[in-house]
């Protein structure tokens, strides 16, 4: 059973089921779960009698923080904003901006050169993590993809920014792609509406 942090759908969390062996002191070591986060309940029964069986809790999450606001960039990706391109957020996620200090700073960075090339042009900051980290699952279904965005160190950028009279333009997209590579030392991978970018 899993109460996932930051999902604002309310269909049910999904249970996952796993067979596994335990060791001659009862202990099963095999059971890995990459993609949660949240109050976590586990609940061993055995195969040959179901009667016998233990339930423990455990909350999973990645310690992370806010982006918040900023001078030279806008936080995007809520529930029914409408996009640059014309289409609407479906994604349910209230608390989409937490990252590890590092790509929080990366993200500071990145649109501080921006504006200072491009004055008043603000970057459109997309998806990163969720406020505790696990899954984020854009389809509202507690499923894949975004599969990256599990730990804080993932984020996207628009193509498109955002000028002082609030206007939707065009990125010069080999600059921005130099600015992501400096401060990130990792290239930005081009996924057609957003650069995604990585830190360690």
């Not at 029914?80 to 500071?108: E, M």
Request: overall charge neutral; charged content about 20%.
């Amino acid at each position: 059973k899993l109460e996932p942090k930051g999902h604002d759908h309310y269909n049910d969390p999904p249970q996952w089921k796993e067979k596994g062996n335990t060791d001659t002191s009862g202990i099963l070591t095999k059971t890995y779960f990459n993609s949660i986060s949240g109050n976590i309940t586990i609940t061993a029964i055995s195969e040959r009698n179901t009667e016998i069986r233990d339930s423990k809790g455990l909350k999973v999450w990645v310690n992370l923080a806010p982006l918040g606001t900023g001078t030279n960039y806008i936080l995007t990706g809520a529930y029914n904003q409408t996009r640059c391109n014309g289409t609407t957020v479906t994604s349910q996620h209230s608390f989409n901006h937490y990252g590890t200090d590092a790509l929080n700073k990366a993200i500071i960075n990145i649109t501080n050169d921006y504006a200072t090339l491009y004055p008043g042009v603000r970057l459109r900051i997309n998806d990163m993590s969720l406020n505790e980290g696990g899954l984020f699952d854009i389809y509202n279904n507690y499923q894949p993809p975004h599969e990256s965005h599990r730990f804080g160190r993932n984020a996207d950028i628009e193509p498109a920014g955002v000028n002082s009279q609030g206007q939707c333009v065009n990125l010069d997209l080999a600059k921005l792609y130099q600015f992501i590579r400096d401060r990130t030392k990792n290239p930005p991978k081009d996924e057609g509406n957003h650069y995604h970018i990585t830190v360690k």
